[in-house]
């Protein structure tokens, strides 16, 4: 049986990359996305997922009811990580008001494949946003909060709420929570590695020997 709150702590102080090695492993080659980026340097969370499907649209498309981004944020509880699919929405369906929201409720972050705006907001509040686009313009009228907590596709990341989301300056992961536990298990064989490796670089043993000892790092 998989125990959560052992699998965020384990995870919680391993980088993204070695994750993604060890996602690798357990056949998870699309992990990971080069175009979804934090939106400020120094961001560091781990949560499950909670999902979220957004359809996109014209300026009227829309009600204003239809952006429920407050709906979005009752969903998660306190260390969740928010993931919306926006299929690349050049509107934004997030902004610095949800962020103090969600910072005071203690949602550990936000991974949109969208837009979001006010970002000196977001960082005042220190919450954590890894977004593809940064745009002014709102998505109410333009976006439709569509389902929540339903399997979506990121960047062409299989996600599904309860699967646990690791991000920080280098990017995001998806670890897939039934695949959790061995993920841990490589993921800190590893970090070990890495350590060890950096040590006989600082004893001056060339990189090319140390490439030959450490496949992962």
Known sequence: ?????????????IPTATIANALDDVGKF???SASIRPVNSGMRMIGRAVTVEVEVGEAG??????????????AAQSGDVLVVAANGAHASIWGGMASLAATVKGIAGLVVDGSVRDVDEINACGFNVFSRY???????????????????????IIVNSGD??????????????KQANTVLERARRYQADDIEAAAQLQRGISFTEVMKEFKRI
């Open 134 to 156: 940064v745009i002014p313009t709102t998505g109410r009228t333009r976006l439709n909060v569509k389902s929540i907590g339903n399997e979506i596709s990121v960047d062409r």
């Open 164 to 177: 646990v989301i690791i991000g920080d300056s280098t990017g995001f992961v998806v670890v897939p929570h």
């Open 61 to 74: 498309d829309f009600t204003s009811e239809d952006f429920r981004v407050g709906a979005m944020i009752d």
């Open 30 to 32: 699309i992990n990971s």
């Open 1 to 13: 049986m998989i125990d959560i709150d052992e699998i965020l702590i384990g995870l919680k102080e």
